[in-house]
């Protein structure tokens, strides 16, 4: 099937700095991806939709300032948290597919100190 | 409202034998679809199968078996013969086509299955 890849898979950094994480479709090419966020024993909540060539879409309560998105090509958008703070800690989480399949990257575990 | 409900926090099973996960969903759109996955202490997202709302028949891959009931909004998720490599958390998901919906999934809160040896 259809590959997602994620990195980095997990990234620890310190309160203020700001992290990049990519998600690249493999062997597909996806004119939409989605960034999903999972805090500890709950379920993945639709941060934002990322959109090739266009702005990204993000859910009520996400500050686009803060989660910025880039989907600069068909295969690879990427979700920098800027700034980050210890309440940023989750697991981060991107999916491309079709209609009948939404094929989910690895995820990355970000912990900020 | 919540789109997907799981009712299930955690679910045992006897290795061998099959277990029901079950998930009620609640949208008004004539079209959309229905996906359960599988995510292992690890984190990642393995999809397990998928089913339409168009769709006829009940889907089935493998050992996992979709029991679609319209009617009744259900989707439950059947897994036959558990094996050990079957525990994990299981999250039913919803797509809906219509709405404003960039075909983003909407997510239940997941069930914990164990599998006993």
């Known amino acids: 099937g259809a590959v997602v890849s994620q990195h980095p898979s997990r990234v620890i950094c310190k309160s203020g700095t700001s992290v990049k994480i990519e998600c690249r479709s493999l062997?597909?090419?996806?004119?939409?991806m989605f960034w999903y966020r999972q805090f500890p024993k709950q379920s993945l909540m639709l941060m934002a939709t990322?959109?090739?060539?266009?702005?990204?879409?993000?859910e009520q309560g996400v500050e686009k300032d803060k989660f910025l998105i880039n989907h600069a090509s068909l295969t690879l958008s990427t979700l920098t948290v800027t700034s980050a703070h210890p309440e940023d800690s989750s697991f981060y989480i991107c999916?491309?597919?079709?209609?009948?399949?939404?094929?989910f990257g690895p995820g990355t575990r970000l912990l900020v100190l | 409202a919540q789109k997907i409900t799981q009712t299930q926090p955690g679910m045992f099973v006897q290795e061998k034998e099959a277990v029901t996960l079950d998930c009620t969903y609640d949208?008004?759109?004539?079209?959309?679809?229905l996906f359960w996955y599988k995510q292992p202490s690890s984190g990642e997202m393995i999809f397990l199968i998928y089913?339409?709302?168009?769709?006829?028949q009940n889907a089935t891959e493998g050992r996992y078996s979709l029991n679609f009931q319209k009617a009744r909004k259900s989707a439950n998720l059947v897994i036959s013969a558990s094996q050990l490599g079957d525990s994990a958390m299981y999250f039913c998901?919803?797509?809906?086509?219509?709405?404003?919906?960039?075909?983003?999934?909407?997510f239940g809160k997941g069930t914990k299955l164990s599998v006993k040896p």
């Open positions: 999916s491309a597919g079709d209609t009948e399949t939404q094929y």
């Open positions: 062997d597909f090419q996806a004119t939409t």
């Open positions: 990322s959109n090739e060539g266009s702005k990204a879409t993000y």
């Open positions: 949208t008004s759109d004539p079209s959309y679809g």
């Open positions: 089913q339409g709302s168009y769709d006829q």
């Open positions: 998901a919803m797509r809906e086509d219509y709405g404003g919906s960039q075909g983003n999934l909407i």
